[in-house]
């Protein structure tokens, strides 16, 4: 019997290795994520018959159940839902740290009376802080997304001393852990430390860095699981844990790049919130303002499109009627493209999640770097409900709060025309320079409802 476990966690890390670099592409994403459940699957299974501490049937029961919650809300949450669902995720991930860490602490020091060795006092330790962190961090960062609290930073007077000064408090009460490991007091403190600087790490977060937040503590949630793989003396919770704590950080580092931010700026927290603050309006933006009719025929003549889609597409709805205006195109031969910038939406990947539910075929997603030079080339640019992604005031404008931001170069194309509700700033407070430029024209209303008869114009064409 310890051969086969050993042999199935085995096989179970070699599947999460693989559906972790499936994922590198969007095109074997689905199969990746499918590989990866199903070693976790494998692992758990296994992990279940080693503890032999309930019986098959409970076993299949939990199963059964866990199964079920899942598809209830795969086929209940919205689109626009996914950020937070990932979010609560992250969160439950991190919960689960912390719960095992906590009782294996009492089980070796209440109920059997051992000694921890370093080893596992510091794994419990690190289980608890990460996963505590995670936790509260995820439930911040899930409340903010769904608009429970603010999006906007929350911050006060002396917030990271109050944080340094948490953290040393954490320090000093997991020495106390090793050293009376007999006296709970200590790791009710620890815990409850890591809990508070989960919220006080993320609470000063503006939503525009809502795709780093969420990146970094999936992260996190990888690095809990491995700390807890070293509580449970679990090879696949370790392999796992490693692996998404690392491609996590790697990710991170991706997003603090396209958002012109540094990865320790990032791990001190607080960062997004001078947006709002430094954000200086200018002079006022003369716009020009289009109508469906010659919106439909500026795309009957052009020979190529690039779509630009940001989490206003999300918000109405739009990805499938796009996908309709795709065909209308494509029917006339115009060359028909989306440009994805690395953080629009709030999650990572969230518009290819989007363009994929609608059965956007995987080689039309083509990303910034691959793409960026091309718009100078391009007759069309639609945008749709995005902003700051865009803003030329990145490239030109020194003073601007996003300056130094990679953008996509959508300024550059011969026309652009922008669906918005409104003239709303994005996340990052700042009028966006784009629409004020002579090649830039605005189609105000609901992305969906607009397209729409756009695609209804060009039937009739």
Same mark, same amino acid.
């Given at each position: 019997?310890?051969?086969?476990?050993?042999?199935?966690y085995l096989i179970a890390s070699v599947l999460v290795i693989v559906g972790i670099k499936l994922m590198n592409k969007t095109k074997d994403a689905r199969r990746g994520n499918f590989l990866s459940a199903v070693g976790m699957l494998i692992a758990i299974a296994a992990t279940l018959v080693q503890v032999q501490l309930v019986t098959y049937t409970e076993i299949a029961v939990c199963m059964a159940i866990g199964t079920a919650i899942g598809l209830y809300y795969a086929y209940k949450v919205e689109?626009?839902? =996914?950020?937070?669902?990932?979010?609560?995720?992250?969160?439950?991930?991190?919960?689960?740290?912390?719960?095992?860490?906590?009782?294996?602490?009492?089980?070796?020091?209440? /109920?059997?009376?051992?000694?921890?060795? !370093?080893?596992?006092?510091?794994? =419990?330790?690190?289980?608890?802080?990460?996963?505590?962190? /995670?936790?509260?961090?995820?439930?911040?960062?899930?409340? @903010?997304?769904?608009?429970?609290?603010?999006?906007?930073?929350? %911050?006060?007077?002396?917030?990271?001393?109050?944080?340094?000064?948490?953290?040393?408090?954490?320090?000093? !009460?997991?020495?106390?852990?090793?050293? %009376?490991? $007999?006296?709970?007091?200590?790791?009710?403190?620890?815990?409850?430390?890591?809990?508070?600087?989960?919220?006080?790490?993320?609470?000063? =977060?503006?939503?525009?860095?809502?795709?780093?937040?969420?990146?970094?503590?999936?992260?996190?949630?990888?690095?809990?699981?491995?700390?807890?793989?070293? =509580?449970?003396?679990?090879?696949?919770?370790?392999?796992?844990?490693?692996?998404?704590? $690392?491609?996590?950080?790697?990710? %991170?580092?991706?997003?603090? @790049?396209?958002?012109?931010?540094?990865? %320790?700026?990032?791990?001190?927290?607080?960062?997004?919130?001078?947006?709002?603050?430094?954000?200086?309006?200018?002079?006022?933006?003369?716009? @020009?303002?289009?109508?469906? #009719?010659?919106?439909?025929?500026?795309?009957?003549?052009?020979?190529?499109?690039?779509?630009?889609?940001?989490?206003?597409? *999300?918000?109405?709805? *739009?990805?499938?009627?796009?996908?309709?205006?795709?065909?209308?195109?494509?029917?006339?031969?115009?060359?028909?493209?989306?440009?994805?910038?690395?953080?629009?939406?709030?999650m990572p990947g969230h518009m290819n999640v989007l363009l994929a539910e609608a059965n956007v075929p995987y080689d039309k997603l083509v990303e910034m770097e691959q793409i960026n030079d091309d718009f100078a080339n391009t007759d069309l640019v639609?945008?749709?409900? *995005?902003?700051?992604?865009?803003?030329?005031? *990145?490239?030109?404008?020194? !003073?601007?709060?996003?300056?130094?931001?990679?953008?996509?170069?959508?300024?550059?194309?011969?026309?652009?025309?922008?669906?918005?509700?409104?003239?709303? @700033?994005?996340?990052?407070?700042?009028?966006?320079?784009?629409?004020?430029?002579?090649?830039?024209?605005?189609?105000?209303?609901?992305?969906?409802?607009?397209?729409?008869?756009?695609?209804?114009?060009?039937? #009739?064409?």
């Amino acid at each position: 019997m310890s051969l086969l476990i050993s042999i199935a966690y085995l096989i179970a890390s070699v599947l999460v290795i693989v559906g972790i670099k499936l994922m590198n592409k969007t095109k074997d994403a689905r199969r990746g994520n499918f590989l990866s459940a199903v070693g976790m699957l494998i692992a758990i299974a296994a992990t279940l018959v080693q503890v032999q501490l309930v019986t098959y049937t409970e076993i299949a029961v939990c199963m059964a159940i866990g199964t079920a919650i899942g598809l209830y809300y795969a086929y209940k949450v919205e689109m626009t839902q =996914i950020p937070e669902m990932v979010a609560l995720f992250n969160g439950f991930g991190g919960l689960a740290s912390v719960f095992v860490g906590l009782s294996d602490y009492f089980l070796r020091t209440q /109920t059997l009376n051992e000694e921890m060795g !370093a080893v596992i006092a510091v794994s =419990i330790i690190l289980s608890i802080l990460i996963g505590g962190v /995670t936790f509260t961090g995820s439930m911040v960062a899930f409340l @903010k997304l769904n608009g429970k609290i603010t999006g906007s930073p929350i %911050t006060f007077s002396g917030q990271h001393l109050l944080n340094l000064l948490l953290l040393l408090a954490f320090i000093g !009460a997991s020495i106390l852990v090793y050293l %009376t490991p $007999a006296d709970p007091l200590f790791v009710y403190v620890i815990t409850g430390v890591a809990l508070l600087l989960g919220i006080l790490t993320v609470i000063p =977060i503006g939503g525009a860095d809502m795709p780093v937040v969420i990146s970094l503590l999936n992260s996190y949630s990888g690095m809990a699981a491995c700390a807890t793989g070293f =509580i449970l003396n679990n090879n696949v919770l370790i392999v796992a844990g490693s692996l998404v704590g $690392a491609s996590g950080i790697i990710l %991170t580092q991706i997003m603090c @790049k396209a958002m012109n931010r540094s990865l %320790t700026n990032v791990l001190l927290g607080g960062f997004g919130q001078t947006n709002a603050a430094t954000a200086a309006d200018g002079p006022a933006i003369v716009i @020009k303002e289009v109508g469906v #009719e010659e919106t439909a025929m500026l795309f009957d003549s052009a020979s190529s499109v690039i779509v630009v889609p940001g989490y206003g597409m *999300a918000v109405a709805q *739009a990805q499938h009627v796009i996908r309709e205006l795709m065909e209308q195109c494509e029917k006339r031969n115009i060359q028909f493209r989306f440009a994805i910038h690395p953080v629009a939406g709030r999650m990572p990947g969230h518009m290819n999640v989007l363009l994929a539910e609608a059965n956007v075929p995987y080689d039309k997603l083509v990303e910034m770097e691959q793409i960026n030079d091309d718009f100078a080339n391009t007759d069309l640019v639609f945008v749709v409900g *995005a902003n700051d992604v865009v803003n030329p005031a *990145a490239r030109t404008n020194p !003073a601007s709060p996003i300056f130094g931001m990679p953008i996509l170069n959508a300024d550059k194309a011969k026309t652009v025309i922008v669906s918005k509700r409104s003239m709303g @700033k994005g996340y990052a407070g700042i009028e966006n320079e784009l629409f004020g430029y002579p090649n830039c024209l605005m189609l105000f209303g609901d992305a969906k409802q607009t397209i729409t008869k756009v695609v209804g114009e060009m039937k #009739e064409m």
